[in-house]
């Protein structure tokens, strides 16, 4: 009975459909490994096959924390810019896909205070209790995106930056405050609003029991 009452229901795991993204391509590191060494020494095919590789996860992640689709297309193309020019800083310390998602972050967010007056605008307002219009995201706005994808990309901006870093991305807590010039606390309280947010949008729409084991606080 239990299981067919269970199979009726819309059920989200967000720790197993993060963990999917992250571990998709884990199968061809030794590919990796030469197209990376390959691109070091000026190698545009090599270049293109880790594009063609990461460009989607690069792009997901630009348009969660912008939600917005043609910002998104164009700071993933800026992203990839910069790995061009920056590939040959990569030391193989850590993952070439944990490194290169710390690129992209550091794009996104020089994007956002460049472009879009961001302290002001995603801060300032908020602290003065001043209510801050939700992008017009619609969840049809780009099908190359997962149903999750597009509701964490309605998220207030100031609780979805927050929960990309660290629900996400893996960033601790401390880290987001240094990168986004917040408190440790103010970064844990966006988080827990966009979580409860997120659950409330994502029950509203048919999901009937969310999986949230992603707490690495």
């Known amino acids: 009975m239990d299981s067919q009452i269970r199979q009726d229901k819309k059920v989200i795991d967000l720790k197993a ?72 800083n990569f030391r193989g310390e850590s993952k070439f896909s944990t490194w290169l998602h710390s690129v992209a972050t550091n794009v996104v967010l020089g994007h956002l205070r460049k472009h879009k007056n961001w302290l002001q605008r995603v801060f300032s307002i908020e602290e003065q209790g001043v209510g801050v219009q939700e992008p017009s995201v619609s969840l049809t706005d780009d099908s190359t995106l997962t149903l999750l994808d597009q509701h964490i990309a309605r998220l207030p901006e100031r609780a979805r930056l927050v929960f990309v870093l660290f629900a996400v991305e893996g960033y601790r807590h401390e880290e987001i405050s240094t990168m986004l010039k917040m408190a440790v606390g103010s970064s844990k309280s966006q988080y827990h609003r966009a979580r409860s947010l997120l659950k409330e949008s994502l029950i509203a729409n048919g999901f009937v029991s969310i999986e949230e084991e992603i707490n690495h606080e």
């Not at 998709?24 to 594009?51: M, N, P, R, V």
């Not at 989607?56 to 790995?83: G, N, P």
């Open 17 to 88: 459909r993060f963990s999917a993204n992250k571990d998709h391509h884990s199968g061809d590191s030794d590919d990796e490994q030469l197209w990376i060494t390959e691109a070091k020494q000026g190698s545009q095919t090599a270049f293109y096959q880790l594009y063609e590789k990461y460009h989607r996860r690069i792009y997901a992640l630009c348009w969660r924390m912008l939600a917005d689709k043609d910002s998104a297309e164009d700071v993933c193309q800026e992203v990839f810019v910069v790995l061009w020019q920056k590939i040959n």
